[in-house]
């Protein structure tokens, strides 16, 4: 596969539901409920995404060299990881949707579904 390029984040974030992208501080982030849930390299830097995923996702993938703790919102629970392979775009594509889910919240369901 070749290497995903931002169009391809871009494309792959606003594919889920509600999806807004914004610039907050010349950053780009993807929103969801006016919540950001993916802060993504700017088109003139190396591509990464920063995501706040689970604790337990954090801490296995937190060994692996290409992740990082990201200034600021690390300490809420946000790890960074740099896309530089397949391995790499993978972990983002489920760190993203993770985030998507966590940001978002419950979904309400339907009355009367069960």
Known sequence: MAMPSH?????????????????????????????????ASNPDRPLSVTVKIPTDLRELWLPHPQTFIPSY????????IHIVDDETWMMA???????????????????GST
């Open 73 to 80: 919102v690390g300490r809420f629970g946000w790890l960074g």
């Open 7 to 39: 169009g391809d984040l871009y494309r792959f974030c606003t594919g889920f539901p509600n999806v807004i992208l914004d610039h907050p501080w010349g950053d780009t982030v993807f929103k969801v409920k006016k919540k950001i849930f993916v802060f």
């Open 93 to 111: 594509q489920v760190g993203i949707h993770a985030s998507y889910d966590l940001v978002r919240g419950p979904s309400k369901s339907l009355k």
